[in-house]
T-cell receptor
């Protein structure tokens, strides 16, 4: 049973380019969460999605950032016109909301570097 | 809003010794979950241990145990018989059970160094 998959593991972009980060949840999981981790910081929640729906995007910056979780395929976190401050590790987690405990399983993260 | 505080940016321990990492949190709720996550250099977040607030008994997972003091809002992690592989960042996290919220709040982390 494969865990949460994220790709790429490392992504380098120049200022102004677009970054696309992908997350494939664990098999059977239909809930996906995105977090950002700045250097020497804990994880900060960005957005929570179910298939084809954004449930909670209270942690997403208002501009340049968007997320989707289509009916088929991975969840995508998209950052347009990246700036140096977007450099961080981005983690995806998934859960099976059907369980009472609803544990989130984390992927290995994508480290984004903006030059 | 809930907050999670880890007051120790870094801790050191000798191999085979015991170390305790501290965590305090602030909440007005009575039902919630608390977690400790380990983040090794590979950066994978690994769940170490979890505690349900309504349970008085402290959770234990092999060499890892917690001291959960609900009234004091304290949730420390004890690592016994420390091993070199325990070296990592450790994050304490809180998750509310009210309002359908399933989003954990993380502390800033404690870097654990294990000396051979």
């Amino acid at each position: 049973n494969a865990g949460v998959m994220q790709n790429p593991r490392h992504l380098v972009r120049r200022r102004g380019q677009e970054a696309r980060l992908r997350c494939s949840p664990m098999k059977g999981h239909s809930h996906v969460y995105w977090y950002r981790q700045l250097p020497e910081e804990g994880l900060k929640f960005m957005v929570y999605l179910q298939k084809e729906n954004i449930i909670d995007e209270s942690g997403m910056p208002k501009e340049r950032f968007s997320a989707e979780f289509p009916k088929e395929g991975p969840s995508i976190l998209r950052i347009q016109q990246v700036v140096r401050g977007d450099s961080a590790a981005y983690f995806c987690a998934s859960s099976d909301r059907g369980s009472s405990y609803n544990e989130q399983f984390f992927g290995p993260g994508t480290r984004l570097t903006v030059l | 809003a809930q907050t999670v505080t880890q007051s120790q940016p870094e801790m050191s321990v000798q191999e085979a010794e015991t170390v305790t990492l501290s965590c305090t949190y602030d909440t007005s709720e009575s039902d919630y979950y608390l977690f400790w996550y380990k983040q090794p250099p590979s950066r994978q977040m690994i769940l170490v241990i979890r505690q349900e607030a309504y349970k008085q008994q402290n959770a234990t997972e092999n060499r890892f145990s917690v001291n959960f003091q609900k009234a004091a809002k304290s949730f420390s992690l004890k690592i016994s018989d420390s091993q070199l592989g325990d070296a990592a960042m450790y994050f304490c996290a809180y998750r509310s059970l009210s309002g359908g919220s399933y989003i954990p709040t993380f502390g800033r982390g404690t870097s654990l160094i294990v000396h051979p």
